[in-house]
């Protein structure tokens, strides 16, 4: 397998620190904008102009704008771009919309663990980390191996993946890989990764 897998860029919910979950359409800021097109000057580097790979996309309004950015730099159509809802941020279900503060008021507990970043309860009528695992397996299942890909999907999305492809620590019995800044750009081939670009971004479950 050659992926290149992404998330998207800074979010006016990121920035104010709102849970996002994956139907809110939460577009980005202009932080968000000027990361996308970093990441998009770093991927035209390696990439060169219409590179020919597979280009998957979560069906998100925020992965769709990064896309968007990412193309222009590429030459690449944006309507080449698949859609697949498996590649969508875990469902925060009664948590979306709502405040990181707030849901911790309510709960009078963190819902996140300072160390590895992720939510230590499940969201109240969402999904928990083995559903995610499993629609990214299944999704995996149906690709072309042997075809390249780039990939913008979400954080905790993009972590399971590349924990099912490159190994991760565990955490509620899926293997989950290390966080990285916001913008952060990964190259996974053959069981290994590497950093094609570093973002400027934050770290952590807030920018989801």
């Given at each position: 397998?050659?992926?290149?897998?992404?998330?998207?860029?800074?979010?006016?919910f990121?920035?104010?620190?709102?849970?996002?979950?994956?139907?809110?359409?939460?577009?980005?800021?202009?932080?968000?904008?000027?990361?996308?097109?970093?990441?998009g000057?770093?991927?035209?580097?390696?990439?060169?102009?219409?590179?020919?790979?597979?280009?998957?996309?979560?069906p998100?309004?925020?992965?769709?704008?990064?896309?968007?950015?990412?193309s222009?730099?590429?030459?690449?159509p944006?309507?080449d771009?698949?859609q697949?809802?498996?590649?969508?941020?875990?469902?925060?279900?009664q948590?979306?919309?709502?405040?990181?503060?707030?849901?911790?008021?309510?709960l009078g507990?963190?819902?996140?663990?300072?160390?590895?970043?992720?939510?230590?309860?499940?969201?109240?009528?969402?999904?928990?980390?083995?559903?995610?695992a499993?629609?990214?397996?299944?999704?995996?299942?149906?690709?072309d191996?042997?075809?390249?890909?780039?990939?913008i999907?979400?954080?905790?999305?993009a972590?399971v993946?590349?924990g099912?492809?490159?190994?991760?620590?565990?955490?509620?019995?899926?293997?989950?890989?290390?966080?990285?800044?916001?913008?952060?750009?990964?190259?996974?081939?053959?069981?290994?990764?590497?950093?094609?670009?570093?973002?400027?971004?934050?770290q952590?479950?807030?920018a989801?």
């Open positions: 397998m050659d992926l290149i897998l992404a998330r998207h860029a800074e979010t006016v990121n920035a104010a620190a709102r849970m996002q979950g994956n139907s809110a359409h939460t577009p980005l800021t202009r932080t968000g904008i000027a990361q996308a097109e970093a990441m000057a770093a991927l035209r580097d390696v990439l060169g102009d219409a590179p020919d790979r597979d280009f998957w996309v979560s998100s309004g925020r992965t769709q704008q990064t896309a968007a950015i990412v222009e730099h590429l030459g690449v944006f309507f771009w698949q697949d809802t498996r590649l969508l941020e875990i469902d925060v279900g948590w979306e919309g709502r405040y990181y503060a707030d849901i911790v008021a309510d507990e963190h819902i996140v663990c300072p160390d590895r970043r992720l939510f230590r309860v499940p969201p109240p009528g969402g999904e928990w980390f083995p559903e995610i499993a629609r990214l397996t299944d999704w995996l299942a149906g690709l191996m042997t075809r390249p890909l780039l990939v999907s979400h954080g905790i999305t972590r993946l590349r099912i492809l490159v190994g991760g620590q565990d955490w509620q019995g899926v293997p989950v890989a290390a966080d990285a800044p916001q913008g952060t750009v990964f190259h996974i081939r053959d069981g290994a990764e590497t950093m094609l670009h570093v973002g400027s971004g934050v952590g479950v807030r989801a």
